[in-house]
């Protein structure tokens, strides 16, 4: 099905229910809503949203990544919720 998460899509090629239970939220598209640019880096992200400044060597790393992407979609959201602590 078109627009599907690629997850989904290989779980189902397989013949198998996506075991993870979760949906999943697309960060960019969140930060568009937001009002940032398609070329809104990473760490222009995480700059403006006034998260610390992280070493590049740790990127990339699996547990790190999730972390990290946990902070700038709680960050991002507590732009949603309160909108009036942004202006």
């Not at 090629?13 to 940032?36: K, Q």
């Not at 070329?39 to 700059?47: F, I, P, Q, R």
């Not at 740790?58 to 992407?69: I, T, V």
């Amino acid at each position: 099905e078109e627009g599907e998460p690629v997850a989904d899509m290989i779980f189902a090629t397989c013949g198998i229910d996506n075991p993870f239970h979760y949906e999943m939220v697309d960060i960019a598209s969140l930060a568009m809503a937001l009002g940032y640019g398609w070329d809104a880096t990473a760490k222009d992200l995480e700059a403006d949203l006034g998260l610390e400044p992280v070493d590049d060597s740790m990127r990339h790393d699996a547990l790190f990544d999730a972390k990290r992407q946990l902070e700038v979609f709680s960050a991002l959201n507590d732009r949603i919720q309160n909108p009036e602590n942004y202006r």
